[in-house]
Nanobody, 123 residues
Framework: QVQLVESGGGLVQAGGSLRLSCAAS????????MGWYRQAPGKQRELVAS???????SYADSVKDRFTISRDNAKNTVYLQMNSLKPEDTAVYYC?????????????????WGQGTQVTVSS
């Protein structure tokens, strides 16, 4: 099993910054893509940003030029630096990772989610 633990959420005023972290642990052989999603009340979960093992990134249009995703492959950790935050960024942010786990010599794919961290931006 692979577990993801997020941290760094909180309450911030509009225009402020937050940095989210997500560490993956468990029987990890390799991690392919890692990403951040968010879900606001009454809305569907949406992809915010993703990054491949090679460092290629993609962003939702709504966060381009404000958010930056990065990862530390040695630590199996992904980060989301959020600047110029807006009230509409308020949501629960979830980390996701997919890759290969190995246990008792058996490899299998995993697609794991974190428990979510609340980000609230006040106007």
């Amino acid at each position: 099993q692979v577990q993801l633990v997020e941290s760094g959420g909180g309450l911030v005023q509009a225009g402020g910054s937050l940095r989210l972290s997500c560490a993956a642990s468990g029987s990890i052989f390799s991690i392919n893509a890692m990403g951040w999603y968010r879900q606001a009340p009454g809305k569907q979960r949406e992809l915010v940003a993703s990054i491949t093992s090679g460092g290629r990134t993609s962003y939702a249009d709504s966060v381009k030029d404000r958010f930056t995703i990065s990862r530390d492959n040695a630590k199996n950790t992904v980060y989301l630096q959020m600047n110029s935050l807006k009230p509409e960024d308020t949501a629960v942010y979830y980390c996701n990772a997919d890759g290969i786990s190995v246990r008792v010599g058996v490899e299998r794919r995993f697609d794991s989610w974190g428990q979510g961290t609340q980000v609230t931006v006040s106007s």
